[in-house]
């Protein structure tokens, strides 16, 4: 088995460590680690970085099957190997659905024949995404996949009744439903937050309050019949409060922020630039100090990158014709050191605990999100977080370009990450 | 002139050629002249090109009203829209066409303009009183000619036949514009936002 | 972005005027024999209409064969915001033919916006109407019309309309007009009040440079001009308000609201009217009313923004907002 040591390495970002894995597995953490255990290891210098347990995402578009020409398994895998994630939950949005068993063992295969990082499919709600019929949640669940993420992403699972009977439904095997929080009716038309900016642009508003019903349906529903629910890219500061007290009720709800709500608002749109156009859509700066101020005290558990993977033509054209979304797996950790660790309001171990160790523990993936320590399962991603460099979308492992940060400077790289003991990213160069 | 301070560099620099006795004298002449030529002027219209054009043409109107004790119509014809170089500016201000009641039509119309140089004016007044009108004749009254034609365009009276290089400027300053009646003869610098 | 002319609030109030006073002298081409300027010949001209405006395209089509430029009408009917790609497919393929300008109307906001700023096209666009954004040249024509009528002719040359009240009614959240006319009169000084049903008035309108009403009776004797919009029916059926009779009770414009407008006030409508909505057929025909004039100040209108954008080498609007976007 081959040995890896990592020397100097700020774990979680604390006092410089060696780390010695020895094939998958993390062999064991100190201060100068020498003589036989770490004869014939590869030394990685790590001079300063900062280790962090592998990335997870719990919200990912892979695309794959059905719109290869934006992203497929393979490209968006590398994108997150890129991105120092070791672990991404695929959104069941593809064509076809991932309704049934036969789809999430697709995507999951395909996951562990690339080799980049797991893939853990995320299975539909409801058949064909139409929020009429349950899916098949205990087939996928027992499949080669072992889905425990449910979701309907892209579109919410408004019916009352549907939404109740699947919490109940997954309580059977422990999975989890992830609502996409959007009322359907009170979004008819609606292209971007609705508020000041709308009003001047134009643009159909797309209200808080349509988020915001919807999360206080579910967390009731979920409090009533005992289940937990998971909240997709909550985007509002109203939001915020209703998870908040929802949790200090005791309800099982856990939540998820984007890169981009942290970072981003709705006065970019004053450019009618569709590359800002994304669902749930930017908010107000309030809104984005909320989310940051939840993030950092645990009322938001985690933060999710919604990838969304579009080609050139979806985002070429006027704004009411583009498709809505952003590529996220190779900025997220540089968005959240911007916002979260540089101005002071998580540490790099508040950093591991929202993008790696909550995501891996809601979507119970198994090896990953757990602690840098000997006998653990060696899923790494070494951070050099002095570096400071452009936004170049030319350079993304992703098979698409639509990131909301080209020409922005944004700090930190990932320069290392491994998959159980092997290097998908070495110096920034994929393996 | 791009600033109050160059302006009275140009004042400055310049020589008067015609003060404002001469002017007054140069124009009951050419009053004189259209009512000979014109036996009479009773069809005349007079139009002036804005801006001094306009004044001169109004002074004139004055003067054949004094000789001819019958009031002359007199208008205005802006030729902006008919340059030929407008693609070689930014769009100018456009300013008043006001054409007397009775219209052009048969009329004698007679153009007023304070320097007559390349002719080009001219020609785009002539495009523009076409779409204005038939008039039975159209002379052309000017100030000063201070040469350097580029058409086939001549003055019918003249104030001054002034001739000037091309490295020479020729400003014409009037009362109801600049406070005071003047012609100056200049020369050109280098800088741009020359007057003519 | 000093080529183009996208949104009302782009334009100073220097910019403004100067558009007025030089649509004033495109006015008196309309009183002469041959109603024709050589300006723009050689210049060829775009109508990229991708939404139904007979009027404007005809107002536009008018203003650039006055000025004797070569017009191309190209309608892309049942165009939709689904078919993104061919409003930038259809703009490369008019700039391979090397038009000058294109006058757009699309039913997607920001459309103009993006054909001005995408590299799709070098030529100068002119937003003709986009989606619920903005509608410039309607509010230049609009505030033409109240500054002939307000101010006078001859007596409004180099003015702007500070102090004058000016109250626009009806479906202001899905109107381009309102949007526009409210970034003009503010910039020209005017005084606005938008007067509507709360449904039909946007989220985010209390950053608008304007007075908000419910309540158009307590408005009108405090307006020298009321401008009504159009309120489609359908809009009743998305449940913006219950009933048209209840709606032309409150909102509508009939004589007796009329004779509380003070003596000089007028009466404005961008049109098409809705008789019996929003107006009765008694003030729609009364002399207060200048929807008959405000078609006419439309031609003049396009006419110098046409000049000033295209007749010389370089604009001579300076779009000073827009750039800062």
Known sequence: ???????????????????????????????????????????????????????????????????????????????????????????????????????????????????????????????????????????????????????????????????????????????????????????????????????????????????????ARDVLLAEHVGSRVHICHLSTAGSVEIVRWAKSRGIDVTAEVTPHHLLLTDELVRSYNPVYKVNPPLRTERDVMALREALADGTIDIVATDHAPHPHEDKDCEWAAAAMGMVGLETALSVVQQTMVETGLLDWAGVADRMSVKPAAIGRAAGHGRPVSAGEPANLTLVDTAYRGTVDPAGFASRSRNTPYEGRELPGRVTHTWLRGKATLVDGKLA | MDTQHDKQQYEADARPVLEAPDIARVLTRIAHEIVERAKGADDVVLLGIPTRGVFLARRLAEKLQEITDRKIPVGSLDITMYRDDLRMHPPRALARTEIPGDGIDGRLVVLVDDVLFSGRTIRAALDALNDIGRPRAVQLAVLVDRGHRELPIRADYVGKNLPTSLRETVKVQLAEEDGRDTVLLGAKRTSPGEPQ | MQRHLISAADLTRDDAVLILDTAEEMARVADRPIK??????????????????????????????????????????????????????????????????????????????????????????????????????QALLDAFTMRRRLVGRDAGIGQDLAGKRITIVGDVLHSRVARSNVDLLHTLGAEVTLVAPPTLVPVGVEAWPCEISYDLDSTLSKSDAVMMLRVQRERMNAAFFPTEREYSRRYGLDGDRMAKMPEHAIVMHPGPMVRGMEITAEVADSDRCTVVEQVANGVSIRMAVLYLLLGGNEPAVTHTRTEEK
């Open chain 1, 1 to 215: 088995m081959s040995k890896i040591l990592i020397r100097g390495a700020k774990v979680l970002g604390g006092e410089p460590q060696d780390v010695l894995i020895d094939g998958d597995t993390i062999a064991s953490v100190g201060t100068g680690l020498s003589g036989e255990a770490v004869e014939g290891a590869e030394i990685v210098e790590a001079d300063g970085k900062v280790l962090l347990p592998g990335l997870v995402d719990l919200h990912t578009h892979l695309r794959e099957p059905g719109r290869e020409d934006s992203e497929t398994v393979l490209t968006g895998t590398r994108a997150a190997a890129s991105g120092g994630f070791t672990a991404v939950f695929a959104m069941a949005n593809t064509f076809p659905v991932a309704d049934t068993a036969g789809v999430v063992e697709q995507v999951y295969r395909l996951g562990q024949e690339h080799g980049y990082c797991d893939v853990q499919p995320i299975g539909a709600v409801t058949v064909g995404l139409e929020g009429k019929k349950l899916a098949e949640l205990g087939a996928m669940h027992e499949s080669a996949a072992g889905v425990t993420v449910f979701s309907d992403d892209g579109k919410c699972v408004d019916d009352a009744v549907i939404m109740r009977r699947a919490l109940e439904y997954v309580k059977a095997f422990g999975g989890v439903v992830a609502q996409h929080a959007q009322e359907p009716r009170l979004t008819e038309g609606a292209q971007m937050n609705e508020g000041v900016v709308s009003a001047e642009l134009g643009l159909g508003g797309w209200p808080a309050v349509a988020e915001e019903s919807i999360i």
């Open chain 3, 36 to 137: 024709k300027l050589p300006t723009l010949r050689g210049r060829t001209i775009v109508n990229l209409f991708f939404e139904d405006s007979t009027r404007t395209r005809i107002s536009f089509e008018a203003a650039e064969k006055r000025l004797s430029a070569d017009v191309i009408n190209f309608t892309a009917k049942g165009s939709s915001v689904s078919k993104g790609e061919s409003l930038k497919d259809t703009a490369q393929t008019l700039e391979a033919m090397g038009v000058d300008a294109v006058v757009i109307r699309h039913g997607a906001s920001g459309a103009p916006y993006r054909l001005a700023t995408s590299d799709w096209i070098d030529a100068v666009v002119i937003n003709a109407g986009d989606g619920t954004h903005q509608h410039p040249t």
